[in-house]
Nanobody, 115 residues
Framework: QVQLVESGGGLVQSGGSLRLSCAAS????????MGWYRQTPGKERELVAG???????IYADSVKGRFTFSRDNAKNTGYLQMNSLKPEDTAVYYC?????????WGQGTQVTVSS
């Protein structure tokens, strides 16, 4: 079991940057699958970036070259660096981690990009 707490969201102008953090309540050293998703009203939650079970890092096409997902196992924290933000990046961003066969989710953090 793990609890995840996202932070770092906020209001930013188009072209700006934000760094989201996902703090875990336990060591993430053994957690292979972690990711960031986002959701806007009326739409399904979509994958933004993640680490797969094979250790690969994947990104949605819409954020490639602009977002970077990293993790600091010593701090039990994952990060999503978001650069060159666009209004269409506006969403609630959620962190997720897989422990065993269960996917745990944080409460989400709002990111709003103004044009």
């Amino acid at each position: 079991q793990v609890q995840l707490v996202e932070s770092g969201g906020g209001l930013v102008q188009s072209g700006g940057s934000l760094r989201l953090s996902c703090a875990a309540s336990r060591s993430i050293f053994s957690i292979e699958v972690m990711g960031w998703y986002r959701q806007t009203p009326g739409k399904e939650r979509e994958l933004v970036a993640g680490f797969t079970s094979g250790g690969a890092k994947i990104y949605a096409d819409s954020v490639k070259g602009r977002f970077t997902f990293s993790r600091d196992n010593a701090k039990n924290t994952g990060y999503l660096q978001m650069n060159s933000l666009k209004p269409e990046d506006t969403a609630v961003y959620y962190c997720t981690a897989r422990v065993g066969y269960y996917d745990y989710w944080g409460q989400g953090t709002q990111v709003t990009v103004s044009s």
